[in-house]
């Protein structure tokens, strides 16, 4: 059984910085790329980051693009999502993905077979 968990969600001030991680576990990790995507109050889950199995090729969104780095280790069947220059807008649930797939196939939550339960990310001053 496929398990993802995140941490590292926290409330934080305009500006600052924030990781989050997510521990796989249930099958080999370095098979799989994973993602990372955000839902606001009241909008849709919309894409972030994701990574392929090897963290060779790594894709963003593209407002987010300079300020958000998606990593992995897979040593440790760990991705991370370091968070930088933070706004209020950032504001959301993030949630990790895996999907069933080396490669990146796409940047849809339709793309992606199995989810975390979140983390909350809240910047505000």
């Known amino acids: 059984q496929v398990q993802l968990v995140e941490s590292g969600g926290q409330l934080v001030q305009p500006g600052g910085s924030l990781r989050l991680s997510c521990t796989a576990s249930?099958?080999?990790?370095?098979?799989?790329?994973m993602g990372w995507f955000r839902q606001a109050p009241g909008k849709d889950r919309e894409f972030v980051a994701a990574?392929?199995?090897?963290?060779?090729?790594?894709y963003y969104a593209d407002s987010l693009k300079g300020r958000f780095t998606i990593s992995r280790d897979n040593a440790k069947n760990l991705v991370h999502l370091q968070m930088n220059s933070l706004k209020p807008e950032d504001t959301a649930v993030y949630y990790c993905?895996?999907?069933?797939?080396?490669?990146?196939?796409?940047?849809?939550?339709?793309?992606?077979?199995?989810w975390g339960q979140g983390t909350q990310v809240t910047v505000s001053s």
């Open positions: 993905a895996s999907d069933d797939y080396g490669a990146v196939r796409g940047r849809s939550p339709s793309d992606y077979h199995y």
């Open positions: 249930g099958r080999t990790f370095s098979r799989y790329a």
């Open positions: 990574v392929s199995y090897s963290g060779r090729n790594t």
